[in-house]
């Protein structure tokens, strides 16, 4: 069994430990989730009733850790699924920070394990629609809403859970969407359209070249997005475009550094093995030599090519 996930990288990660497990797989929240946890909190205990603390506690709290878990666990199940492994699942508020999955299936089953978390949010979504169908009443806004009514939230605590499904829902409708374009790491995008391009035979480092550049134009429209939402007075939505679209350059600029400066081997997703073994990169193979015209000569003395029957030749370059 063989996997791609680092258990070294959990503590670089600053995670916050947790008591659960999954088939042996220790899983940890990052201190990000407990950030804007406590951001929201805050803002509604100074500016709002007690009604929408109980409701943000109760979105930020345990509706998005169920959301991001069963993200997580779909990809850890395919995983495991193809034989690979898991040691530890790092979770924050858009999914995982680790890249796990089986190193000896190449780019197909690297997609296969980054698709399952997108896909995660058509089940997820699919139970929320659900229950907030069965509570819904006359008075509430369509499913598709995401406005937050206070009268709804102070009439008790249905209608804090009926809330929480119907934004919970949309958010499901946005991380699917979110993971399967954004081609931009931590996202999955990057794993699902990386294992995309090679398995129609596009060069690795075409791939990397692309990917980085489509990620850059992506997260730069996301933050000029943000942007115009700031000006518009719809702060606390602005910033989160902002946000993402700033990690999304960054991580792209670096993406494409790398590939420039062929370092692509350090890179968390393309220099895996599933990858770089696919692309023929630092592989090492014997190529028979005919014996019968190749001698090799120590010393003044020439030693009989008999004894000369294979010669290791390592490969370096990236295809």
């Known amino acids: 069994m063989s996997s791609s996930n680092n258990e070294g990288n959990t503590r670089s ?141 102070e009439s008790g605590f249905m209608g804090i859970i009926s809330t929480a499904c119907r934004v919970s829902f949309s958010w499901n409708v946005l991380l699917f969407f979110l993971h399967l374009i954004i081609p931009v790491f931590p996202l999955d995008g990057i794993r699902i359209w990386a294992g995309l391009m090679r398995i129609m035979g596009i060069r690795l480092t075409t791939t990397a070249k692309i990917i980085s550049f489509a990620g850059m134009l992506v997260s730069l429209a996301l933050f000029i997005y943000g942007c115009v939402k700031i000006f518009d007075r719809r702060i606390e939505n602005g910033l989160t475009e902002i946000l993402l679209g700033g990690l999304g350059l960054a991580s792209s600029k670096l993406l494409y550094d790398m590939t420039r400066a062929g ?29 019968a015209t190749i001698a090799q000569e120590l010393d003044g003395n020439r030693v009989p090519a008999a004894n000369v029957s294979t010669i290791p030749i390592e490969s370096s370059e990236i295809i």
């Open 263 to 291: 370092r692509l081997s350090e890179d968390p997703v393309f220099g895996r093995p599933c990858y770089l073994e696919s692309s023929g990169s630092m592989t090492t193979s014997s190529v028979e030599i005919p014996t």
């Open 13 to 153: 990660l600053n995670a916050v430990s947790t008591c659960l497990t999954f088939k042996g797989t220790r899983i940890y929240v990052h201190w990000t989730f407990w950030l804007l946890l406590s951001i929201h909190l805050a803002l509604s205990i100074l500016v709002y009733s007690w009604s929408v603390v109980w409701y943000a506690l109760v979105l930020y709290g345990p509706f998005l850790f169920v959301t991001v878990w069963m993200h997580e666990i779909s990809h850890a199940i395919v995983a495991y699924k193809l034989g690979g492994a898991a040691d530890t699942i790092v979770l924050w508020p858009l999914g995982g920070l680790t890249i796990y999955g089986p190193d000896d299936k190449g780019p197909m089953g690297d997609f296969k394990v980054a698709i399952a978390g997108p896909l995660s949010h058509i089940v997820t979504g699919g139970v929320l629609a659900i229950l907030y169908i069965v509570m819904k009443t006359s008075t509430m806004p369509p499913l598709t809403s995401m406005t937050v009514y206070l009268d709804h939230l």
